[in-house]
């Protein structure tokens, strides 16, 4: 059963280009979450998608932006790239069940390091 | 606003010591508790967390939690270490309601085991 996947790996961009990064969830789970983990900082939550929409966000600006297509995969955008945006980013799968707990099963992916120069 | 810290940035064990990993939360109400586990290059994984009930949780790979409300921590223990337990690892909590279920990290505690 294959988990969560990311592409690509690994991404050096220049300061004001723009970049998309792609997410499969793990079979089953309908709901997917971006989360930035800069180098010696914990991950931080960007936003949530399910149901084709955006339905939580993170402190983040309007640069981040998302997609969810109806196979539940998702794309995470970001534009005019900062140098402060090199991170690992990290895609998280988790299902929608009845009971909130069963929200919590997270997946998460191996991420993007995305550098930016 | 919710925070998780995580006081110890860097620890050091033998191999076969016990290991305690601190973690504090402030919230305002009671949260989910969260111990994740990173190894370089990868995602984060699962350790164990604590929804209700009991307050010493078991966890995989021999990790063991105990949520501790009066002093707002919940923190990850092992009785032995081994060498392969190298890695990171960070507290999170989510929200019981209202919330949706997103996650709060901490900052990590980098562990380092010597043999």
């Known amino acids: 059963d294959a988990g969560v996947t990311q592409s690509p790996t690994h991404l050096i961009k220049t300061r004001g280009q723009q970049v998309t990064l792609r997410c499969s969830p793990k079979s089953g789970h309908d709901t997917v979450s971006w989360y930035q983990q800069a180098l010696g900082q914990g991950p931080q939550f960007i936003f949530q998608?399910?149901?084709?929409?955006?339905?939580q966000r993170g402190n983040f600006p309007d640069r981040f932006s998302g997609h969810q297509f109806p196979n539940y995969s998702s794309e995470l955008n970001v534009n005019a790239l900062l140098l402060g945006d090199s991170a690992l980013y990290l895609c998280a799968s988790s299902p929608r069940r009845p009971g909130i707990t069963a929200n919590y099963g997270y997946t998460f992916g191996s991420g993007t390091r995305l550098t930016v120069v | 606003a919710q925070s998780v810290t995580q006081p110890d940035i860097h620890i050091t064990v033998s191999e076969g010591a016990s290991l305690e990993l601190r973690c504090n939360y402030s919230y305002g109400a009671t949260p989910y508790l969260f111990w994740y586990v990173q190894s370089p290059g990868q995602g984060l994984q699962l350790l164990l967390k604590?929804?209700?009930?009991?307050?010493l949780v078991q966890g995989i790979k021999g990790f063991e939690a105990e949520f501790k409300r009066s002093q707002s921590s919940f923190n990850l223990r092992k009785p032995s270490v081994h060498w392969s337990d190298a890695a990171e690892y960070f507290c999170a909590v989510g929200p019981l309601t209202g919330g949706g279920n997103k996650l709060t990290f901490g900052t990590g505690t980098q562990l380092k085991v010597e043999l």
């Open positions: 998608y399910y149901e084709e929409e955006e339905r």
């Open positions: 604590y929804f209700s009930g009991d307050t």
